[in-house]
């Protein structure tokens, strides 16, 4: 892949003396084994520098920074596969792997991705983002290797104790315990997911990362394993001696891994080199499926991370790495709040007038700010692990039994559990509310994570109501008006990740009627249709539009279904030339809505759509995103101008 660095920025970060040398594993396997500690701390540094300056994922790479390096050292990769899990924490893979001089790109727009990607590199095995994924996949890539008659091949998953609470996770353990394959899966346990991980699995792991009799066990075990080496060709029979010997007693009786069929080792100091490095040899030796669990600290290595709060650690923003000050952009002018934040204390708010009203959070308390409520009233708040599809039918049970479910899902991580919404909600006719944060273009994070499809794929499903808020009073207001009394149909609410528009934003509630759209501004060559916050480019793209001397009519749809039909009757009567906008995918989205509700009323107009183009859009800042995609205010009036056909001024 070639990588544009952009102008602005600039390589201010060099590495350490070992590091420099280090273009790819060759040259890690190259040094000799006692210099992995030096590496191990150059690469630490490597990642603080970088992080500080231009901001990314955190904690979770330098928690992995001695297992990455054992494992490049170790395997051969990019023969081996390896597959990280979210991928978030494989800062240290992408430094060791060929990406060191671009590294400072990470996450810029026409930079290196914040996550793995096949086409970024041979060494990414597999694309992430989402959480989970990773025994699967390279589940699927040991038996493609088993069926080639790749028997030496070795594959890798890494996978967090928070993405092991996400069913995909067991359902690919459920099949990797039969597959007879050269599956290693390295289970790193820092007991954190971005908050505090959740569930009877994190105490479980506690457990037997903690118990004296399993341990003592354990450390019988490993001793005969240390015998491996001296043993060469004979250390598979060793090793089913061993477990011959161990499989009636305690381990296989207690330890959920080895009823599943997967030979377990462990607990290991995820922090110690040299040790895994031994560990990691001795298992190459041993065929078929199995899961090393090591126990690391996020943030371990920097100071502030390692003793301070590890979810404000996981994603910090760029910071003083000296002080460990996080850097906050100060404003003179009171600042609009993030849509996150007026969620969470308007649930808070509604909360308390309704005592129906409950929150559901797969794994995101703080990033949806399901956190007030969890706070404030902790036995009405659900932190359910990364588990959308169980989010989404647990808030259907909720709502069997008459609560208000807001069940709060990223957009993209929707995608999870759409069957769900369908199956378990929608058909049943269950008044679940929904509501999609992270709606349009995620930003830096990527197409992973982009909130693209939701409207096309919500506005398709019956008994399902599509709303989004141009701003913090009506995303209040849609709240408010989603636990009014009702029996049926789900309600769904889409904002983008960010601020919104009104300093003043804690208005008092007013119910707004389902299906009704409004007039923004009224003007006679044009009229703009928008759906949701991005209307507000749309305002900007007026203001120009009308010092031109074009006149815009712009309407806030509000509603995606049911449509305004009265509001679309009006515009379709007085215009002949429409252009509607969303921040979602141009296939099936309200374009396609408004396109269709034109051809079954026999109106004929000329309409352009706006909105997220049918390819996969890469990383950058928001705002770059929309403008690669014409859909910010200069490409707002562009299009204007065009469906006008007067001339169009350079952006
Ligand atoms: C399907 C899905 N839901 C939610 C997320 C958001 N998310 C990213 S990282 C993360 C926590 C992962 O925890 P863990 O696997 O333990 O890794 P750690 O950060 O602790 O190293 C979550 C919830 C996601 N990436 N994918």
Redesign the pocket.
Known sequence: MRIIVPNQVQMLITPGKLLAQINSPKDLKKLDQVQLVQVCEELRQFIVDNVSVYGG?F??SL??VELTVALHYVFNTPHDQLVW??G??AYGHKILTGRKEVFHTNRVYKGISGFPKRKESEYDTFG?????TSVSAALGMAVASKYQGLNEKQHIAV????????GMAFEGLNHAGVSDTNLLIIL????????P?VGALKDYLTDITTSRTYNRLKDDVWKMLGKLSTFGKNAQEIVSKVENGIKSTLLSQSNLFESLNLRYFGPVDGHDVDHLVAILNDLKAIKGPKILHCV?V?GKGYGPAEKGN?TTW?APGTFDKITGEIYKKVHVEPQAPKYQDVFGHTLVELARQNEKIVGIT???PS?SSMNIMMKEMPERAFDVG?A?QHAVTFSAGLATQGLIPYCNI?S??MQ?AYDQVIHDVCIQNLPVNFCLDRAGFAGADGP??HGAYDIAYFRCIPNMIVAAPMNEQELRNLMFTAQLPRTEQAFSIRYPRGQGVMPNWRTPFEKIEIGKGRMIRDGEDVAILSFGHIGNYAVEACQVLNKKGISVAHFDLRFAKPLDEALLHEVFTRFSKVITLEDGCIVGGIGSAVLEFMVDNQYTARVKRLGIPDRIVEHGEQLELHQECGMDPAGIVVAVQKLLEVPVNQR
């Open positions: 994922h904690g979770a928690g992995v899990d979210v978030h924490q992430v983002g989402h959480s989970s996978i967090g104790d928070g993405a092991l609470t996400g790193n346990d820092n007991c954190m997911s971005i908050d991980n690391t996020k590890a996981h797969p794994a995101m990033g990364i959308e990223y993209s991580f999870r992973t994570h």
